[in-house]
Each structure stands twice: as structure tokens, then as C-alpha cells.
């Protein structure tokens, strides 16, 4: 399955890429929301799902922004002047993509506190969320999840079949363990050191299919490219029971693929609790509008930056750093006018 909302970075996106895709769910809209580092002066609306945050101008929806969360390296606060709000506290997303880093500066033009502190909020727990959850959408080998000898069941996770002597074929011999069937993945543990165990989602499986290997037929299930291209192959007796498996993994995976579970909850009590970090006690970052055009590059966290520089040996220091850029010295990165 291609899910790409929460593992891309999109500027002026079609409309067919904001709407959301299945199992994506909108969490909060907030309709006064300035793009203060790339649009500074546009209100917008701010769309936070469970898989990105997505911005889009209101005088003109062609001007947009989608964030995935997979992209985001960190979330804080920052003095801003904002053309419509002026110097204020507004939200900072620094990301990653492709070697990149971008930032996002958005600033809530709602006069009250409460609408200042619901924007931070809100970005920060679900990302949160998202972060805790990968186990729903991302393959694991090798991880923590028996629990008193028992599969540890996940928010919304259900166990339809527990498989007993069911062979890995990842050896010459193969090796014997239990294969566990849930509405969110497979997973599959050595019966003598359960620390030898696949947790595979529905997320990241490309194909299951009975097919003849040297060990006779068995179940191959293929893995996506992002989760690594693995190909698993599994064996069980009698031959009825284990086509019997491949068709339920089959009618699963087509169920879920109508509707997925990515795992990320959210509840509007979870704010309550929730930390903000301090603004720093430093001046506003002044933002000139940069034209349109070159949507890309008014985003980059340094501009002149296209990838990461090779790494040098600094005799000052002692130790590998990156290359500086032209005309830099390691005295003047200490030398803060």
C-alpha cells in the first residue's frame, strides 16, 4: 500500500492530494493561521490529521502547503514578527526530506490565549502519538512483543488466529514458531527464543501468495520497498490448513486496505497536561515575504544548503565536522552579533 501523506514534504499540492486518503482522520481545522515564513501576511487554514499538518491559503487554495510527520525533526516556539499579528510567539516545524532541512513558521492570528496555545498544543501531542505508534505501520524484527508468553495487543488491535508449528524458512533447516493473525499486521516468533520474531503490518505488505519452495509449498509474503523489499516464506502441515492461512491473510489485508489503522490516537484532554516549551527570551526573527515562485526555497532552513557536506578533520577541535561553508571560520560559528 503507497502511503505517502506522512512521509512527504508537498508545496502547492493538487486538491486531489488534501483530501484525505483513507484511515486519515482530521483532527483539528483552524481557520486564522498565518504561514509567517513563506506567506507572511496570507491567512490560511491549518488542517492537523493523524498523519500531517496541512496549510492552505484562503484567498487562494492553490497556495498550500502538506507537512507528513514523518519529515518533522522538531517542534518549539518562536518570536516572530508576524505582518498581520505582529511580534508574537508562533509555531516552529523543522523538517527533513531528501537531504534536505525545511522550516515552517505558522502564527494563530486568534487574539485569545486560548486559540495561541491550541495550535502548539494540538501539533505537539499528536505528533507525539505518531511517534509512539510506528509498531502500526512500520515492519520490526527482533522487538519486545510477548507479554506473559503472550502477543502484546495494541490499541484497536485484534487477534483473529494463533497458529502453532508454523516453520520460518529464513534458515537451511527452518525454524519452528508460532504465527499470529491480527486486524493490523502478522507476526511470527521462534517457539524456544521468542526474541526471533517479524512483526510485519498490513501497511508495509506488498503480496502473500502460495508458492513452491525447496521445502515444498509454502506461504511468501513480500514486504514494500520502504520497509525493506523483504520476501518471508513460512511452512505449514497439513497442506489444507496452510492454504487455509494464506486466504485469511489475504481477506484481512483486502479489509484493511479499505480502511487502515495507522495507530495514531488523539484526544482533546491530552492538551491539558501537555508542557509547552518556553519562548526563548531573544528578538523576533524578521521574515520578508519571498515570492511565490520559488515556494521550495523559501522553506529551506538554509537556502544555500542543497545537501549535507563531506566531513573533514578539524586539528582545532579534534574530531570529524562538516565542511564550513565558503568564507566561515570555526571562530566566527562562536561570534554571535
Same mark, same amino acid.
Given at each position: 500500500?503507497?502511503?505517502?501523506?506522512?512521509?512527504?514534504?508537498?508545496?502547492?499540492?493538487?486538491?486531489?492530494?488534501?483530501?484525505?486518503?483513507?484511515?486519515?482522520?482530521?483532527?483539528?481545522?483552524?481557520?486564522? =493561521?498565518?504561514?509567517?515564513?513563506?506567506?507572511? %501576511?496570507?491567512? +490560511?487554514? *491549518?488542517?492537523? #490529521? &493523524?498523519? !500531517?499538518?496541512? @496549510?492552505?491559503?484562503?484567498?487562494?487554495?492553490?497556495?498550500?502547503?502538506?507537512?507528513?510527520?514523518?519529515?518533522?525533526?522538531?517542534?518549539?516556539?518562536?518570536?516572530?514578527?508576524?505582518?498581520?499579528?505582529?511580534?508574537?510567539?508562533?509555531?516552529?516545524?523543522?523538517?527533513?526530506?531528501?537531504?534536505?532541512?525545511?522550516?515552517?513558521?505558522?502564527?494563530?492570528?486568534?487574539?485569545?490565549?486560548?486559540?495561541?496555545?491550541?495550535?502548539?498544543?494540538?501539533?505537539?501531542?499528536?505528533?507525539?502519538?505518531?511517534?509512539?505508534?510506528?509498531?502500526?505501520?512500520?515492519?520490526?524484527?527482533?522487538?519486545?512483543?510477548?507479554?506473559?508468553?503472550?502477543?502484546?495487543?495494541?490499541?484497536?488491535?485484534?487477534?483473529?488466529?494463533?497458529?502453532?508449528? =508454523?516453520?520460518?524458512?529464513?534458515?537451511?533447516? %527452518?525454524?519452528? +514458531?508460532? *504465527?499470529?493473525? #491480527? &486486524?493490523? !499486521?502478522?507476526? @511470527?516468533?521462534?517457539?524456544?527464543?521468542?526474541?526471533?520474531?517479524?512483526?510485519?503490518?498490513?501497511?508495509?505488505?506488498?503480496?502473500?501468495?502460495?508458492?513452491?519452495?525447496?521445502?515444498?509449498?509454502?506461504?511468501?509474503?513480500?514486504?514494500?520497498?520502504?520497509?525493506?523489499?523483504?520476501?518471508?516464506?513460512?511452512?505449514?502441515?497439513?497442506?489444507?490448513?496452510?492454504?487455509?492461512?494464506?486466504?485469511?491473510?489475504?481477506?484481512?489485508?483486502?479489509?484493511?486496505?479499505?480502511?487502515?489503522?495507522?495507530?495514531?490516537?488523539?484526544?482533546?484532554?491530552?492538551?491539558?497536561?501537555?508542557?509547552?516549551?518556553?519562548?526563548?527570551?531573544?528578538?523576533?526573527?524578521?521574515?520578508?515575504?519571498?515570492?511565490?515562485?520559488?515556494?521550495?526555497?523559501?522553506?529551506?532552513?538554509?537556502?544555500?544548503?542543497?545537501?549535507?557536506?563531506?566531513?573533514?578533520?578539524?586539528?582545532?577541535?579534534?574530531?570529524?565536522?562538516?565542511?564550513?561553508?565558503?568564507?566561515?571560520?570555526?571562530?566566527?560559528?562562536?561570534?554571535?552579533?
Amino acid at each position: 500500500m503507497q502511503v505517502w501523506q506522512d512521509q512527504e514534504l508537498r508545496f502547492d499540492c493538487s486538491a486531489s492530494n488534501l483530501q484525505l486518503r483513507p484511515g486519515e482522520v482530521a483532527i483539528d481545522r483552524m481557520t486564522d =493561521v498565518e504561514d509567517t515564513k513563506g506567506n507572511n %501576511g496570507v491567512k +490560511g487554514m *491549518l488542517t492537523l #490529521t &493523524n498523519l !500531517r499538518v496541512m @496549510w492552505i491559503s484562503l484567498t487562494r487554495s492553490s497556495i498550500n502547503l502538506s507537512i507528513g510527520f514523518n519529515t518533522i525533526s522538531s517542534i518549539s516556539t518562536q518570536r516572530t514578527l508576524s505582518k498581520l499579528k505582529g511580534v508574537t510567539e508562533s509555531l516552529h516545524l523543522l523538517t527533513k526530506a531528501k537531504k534536505q532541512q525545511f522550516e515552517y513558521i505558522f502564527t494563530n492570528l486568534d487574539p485569545n490565549a486560548e486559540g495561541h496555545t491550541r495550535l502548539f498544543a494540538t501539533v505537539m501531542a499528536v505528533h507525539r502519538s505518531y511517534e509512539t505508534s510506528k509498531t502500526y505501520r512500520e515492519l520490526k524484527l527482533r522487538s519486545s512483543i510477548l507479554e506473559d508468553k503472550q502477543l502484546h495487543l495494541l490499541p484497536h488491535e485484534q487477534l483473529y488466529d494463533k497458529i502453532h508449528g =508454523v516453520w520460518n524458512l529464513c534458515s537451511d533447516q %527452518g525454524t519452528l +514458531g508460532v *504465527l499470529y493473525v #491480527t &486486524n493490523v !499486521r502478522i507476526v @511470527w516468533h521462534c517457539s524456544v527464543n521468542d526474541i526471533f520474531n517479524i512483526s510485519l503490518p498490513y501497511l508495509q505488505m506488498k503480496t502473500v501468495s502460495l508458492r513452491d519452495s525447496k521445502f515444498g509449498m509454502a506461504m511468501v509474503v513480500e514486504s514494500s520497498q520502504e520497509s525493506g523489499s523483504y520476501v518471508l516464506g513460512f511452512r505449514l502441515e497439513p497442506m489444507d490448513k496452510l492454504k487455509g492461512v494464506v486466504q485469511q491473510i489475504q481477506t484481512v489485508y483486502q479489509v484493511y486496505n479499505t480502511s487502515p489503522i495507522f495507530g495514531v490516537d488523539f484526544e482533546f484532554e491530552e492538551l491539558m497536561p501537555l508542557d509547552l516549551p518556553p519562548a526563548p527570551p531573544e528578538q523576533p526573527e524578521y521574515l520578508e515575504v519571498v515570492s511565490h515562485r520559488d515556494a521550495l526555497a523559501s522553506y529551506l532552513a538554509d537556502p544555500h544548503k542543497v545537501s549535507d557536506r563531506e566531513p573533514i578533520f578539524s586539528s582545532e577541535l579534534g574530531l570529524a565536522v562538516e565542511k564550513l561553508p565558503d568564507d566561515y571560520t570555526l571562530k566566527d560559528l562562536w561570534e554571535v552579533s
